[in-house]
């Protein structure tokens, strides 16, 4: 019984998280800022002065950054598993704007570890990742219930 929840938990992050991932890029990219979370996750990851290669940073980073749209996606499943939420689209929109909310507070905390490095107007990043976590939660719901 375990194993197929951790496979629906583990299937539904990954696509949330990659889905989430292109939105930002593709904001990234529209509008030329660096608004990409693993290459952040990859500075900070530097910043806290881990001895690897620039490779092996980003690797960490890819994989920081899915493991926790996996613990995202853990949390949604016990709020859906004790009906503390409904499972319905939007309460998946509302989990993934929280999860933005959640994720910005954290943002902010790193970049005040890393003494706002790098330079990126700050405001518009939040909005995005904001924007991307809310698809995080939809897309995460919409598999889940695949799954």
Same mark, same amino acid.
């Given at each position: 019984m375990f194993f197929p929840i951790f496979l629906k938990i583990l299937l539904s992050s990954i696509v949330a998280t990659a889905a989430?991932? *292109?939105? #930002? %890029? @593709? !904001?990234s990219e529209s509008f030329k800022k660096l608004f990409k979370e693993p290459v952040l996750l990859s500075y900070f990851l530097h910043r806290l002065? @881990?001895?690897a290669s620039a490779k092996t940073l980003t690797i960490l980073a890819w994989l920081l950054h899915f493991l926790i749209g996996f613990l995202f996606v853990t @949390? %949604? $499943?016990? !709020?859906?598993s004790f009906d503390l939420f409904s499972f319905k689209w939007y309460n998946g929109l509302l989990? *993934?704007?929280? #999860?933005g909310i959640v *994720? !910005? @507070? $954290?943002w902010f905390g790193i970049f005040l570890y890393t003494n706002h490095q790098p330079k990126i107007p700050f405001t518009a990043y939040y909005i995005q990742l904001f924007l991307a976590h809310v698809i995080f939660g939809i897309v995460a719901f919409w598999t889940y219930g695949l799954f």
């Open positions: 989430m991932t *292109g939105v #930002s %890029y @593709i !904001i002065k @881990i001895r @949390i %949604y $499943h016990f !709020i859906w989990l *993934g704007a929280f #999860s *994720g !910005i @507070i $954290h």
